[in-house]
């Protein structure tokens, strides 16, 4: 089975994260969001769930997933690879960072406050940035780039 998870990984908000503070992400109608889901799992239960138990519960929400199905769902899930949290819209628009503890928890933190910047300058975590939302302009004009 394939996995999400990082572990004593900071990812560092997408070098394109239009934000200079971050923000909620908006619910649209009755409709929650990937965004708005991530963020509510993870910022009411810091270190609870590993981005795996994230992404999953998020896919197993908007997918209706029944609790006999779930397993075989989760199996089915991550038999194929899945993007990970550094594709999320959390770190890629909304500009959080999200921490992976030693044993794959995740917390998210404000891209203004002092907690992210510690997480940045900590020596004994990995580093990584969110994926950046547009192509890079070198790889648009050179594609073998």
Same mark, same amino acid.
């Given at each position: 089975?394939?996995?999400?998870?990082?572990?004593?990984?900071?990812?560092?908000?997408?070098?394109?994260?239009?934000?200079?503070? =971050?923000? /909620?992400?908006?619910?649209?109608?009755?409709?929650?969001?990937?965004?708005?889901?991530?963020?509510?799992? /993870?910022?009411?239960?810091?270190?609870?769930?590993? #981005?795996?138990?994230?992404? *999953?519960?998020? +896919?197993? /929400?908007?997918?209706?997933? $029944?609790?006999?199905?779930?397993?075989?769902?989760?199996?089915? *899930?991550? $038999?194929?690879?899945?993007?990970?949290?550094?594709? #999320?819209?959390?770190?890629?628009?909304?500009?959080?960072? /999200? +921490? +992976?503890?030693?044993?794959?928890?995740?917390?998210? *933190?404000?891209?203004?406050?002092?907690?992210?910047?510690?997480?940045?300058?900590?020596?004994?975590?990995? +580093?990584?940035? =969110?994926?950046? #939302?547009?192509?890079?302009?070198?790889?648009?004009?050179?594609?073998?780039?």
């Amino acid at each position: 089975m394939k996995t999400t998870n990082y572990y004593d990984t900071f990812i560092a908000v997408a070098e394109d994260c239009p934000v200079d503070a =971050a923000e /909620i992400p908006p619910q649209k109608n009755d409709v929650k969001s990937v965004a708005n889901m991530q963020f509510e799992w /993870i910022n009411k239960q810091p270190y609870k769930y590993t #981005s795996d138990e994230v992404i *999953f519960g998020v +896919h197993a /929400i908007r997918n209706d997933v $029944s609790e006999k199905d779930m397993e075989k769902e989760r199996e089915k *899930f991550f $038999s194929k690879g899945q993007a990970c949290l550094r594709a #999320s819209p959390l770190a890629k628009r909304y500009g959080w960072g /999200i +921490h +992976h503890d030693a044993e794959g928890r995740v917390a998210i *933190f404000p891209i203004e406050s002092e907690e992210y910047d510690k997480l940045t300058e900590d020596k004994n975590v990995k +580093h990584v940035k =969110a994926m950046r #939302s547009k192509r890079n302009d070198k790889a648009k004009k050179n594609p073998e780039v």
